[in-house]
């Protein structure tokens, strides 16, 4: 599974989502869950932006160490 950005062009909104090995897309919309397929992306008005792999693009709480480590954290 792969982390990214689902983009709705129409409204201007961008929202969290996960691509799963199936080629679908799930984002969370308000307190709804959707499920679009790649292929359905354009016809829908979405765009899809896969996160960046690079360790200076991760956001800073993604590389904090864990609670059960030391007292104190290291970025």
């Not at 409204?11 to 292929?39: C, I, M, P, S, W």
Request: proline residues 7%.
């Amino acid at each position: 599974m792969e982390h990214g950005t689902v983009r709705d062009i129409d409204a201007g909104t961008e929202h969290a989502g996960v691509l799963r090995d199936n080629q679908t897309v799930a984002f969370v919309v308000g307190k709804l869950t959707r499920y679009v397929a790649l292929e359905d992306f354009a016809e829908l008005g979405l765009k899809w932006k896969p996160l960046s792999t690079r360790g200076d693009m991760v956001p800073p709480e993604c590389r904090r160490e864990p609670i059960d480590s030391p007292q104190f954290f290291r970025t």
